[in-house]
């Protein structure tokens, strides 16, 4: 999955939570049962997530979502396997970057 997000310091929950198309209550129960995810809250509470965060969100989208792990598996794998797959996930993140723009150069002929 390509996240589109402008390029920033931190983000809010309601700009993750539409990025990648779910509720800001699963992007809360992902920040309780990861440990990678460890978003700064301000003063009113309200979580502001670094592009490491979205990485690291983006990972476990992978995961879960599309691999089909369960939480503990993802969990495990994480832990277990974390520099080979997020190398295998940067790979996929790029690939689907080159085909998103041969895409759209095919569109504009």
Partial sequence: MHIELPEKRYYGIGEIAKAFNVNTSLIRFWEKEFDVLQPKKNAKGNRKFTPQDVK?????????????FTLDGAKTHLKENKSQTLSTFDIIQKLEGVKAELIKIKNQL
């Fill in 56 to 68: 690291n969100l983006q990972l476990i989208f992978h995961l879960v979502k599309e691999r089909g």
